[in-house]
Nanobody, 125 residues
């Protein structure tokens, strides 16, 4: 288990940008596959983006491709999600997650063992 803490997010108008950050305490994130998921009101949690342990591969949900970017900073032991061209439909609680399957391409929730507490992102019209 890895203790993950998200920061960033908040309220933005449609078309704007926000950045989420996920930090780990007590353990390095090197070799962990890191992902971002989100849960909108009344909906199930869904995959948004993930990055391999080495940082060489990324995966994105079709709905965010070209607008969101996931990155990792090993020196700071953090993972970020840059969200551009935000839409009202992107309003959700966003969760950071870590998987021991570092170099896999897993995108399902059961494959991620550690989760952050979630961070609210609200996009207004």
């Amino acid at each position: 288990q890895v203790n993950l803490v998200e920061s960033g997010g908040g309220l933005v108008q449609a078309g704007g940008s926000l950045r989420l950050s996920c930090a780990a305490s007590g353990r390095t994130l090197v070799n962990y596959r890191m992902g971002w998921f989100r849960q909108a009101p009344g909906k199930e949690r869904e995959f948004v983006a993930a990055i391999s342990g080495s940082g060489s591969r990324t995966n994105y949900a079709d709905s965010v491709k070209g607008r969101f970017a996931i990155a990792r900073d090993s020196a700071k032991n953090t993972v970020t999600l840059q969200m551009n061209s935000l839409k009202r439909g992107n309003t959700a609680v966003y969760y950071c997650a870590a998987s021991v399957f570092g170099e896999s391409d897993v995108t399902t929730e059961p494959a991620f063992q550690s989760w952050g507490q979630g961070r609210q992102v609200t996009v207004s019209s």
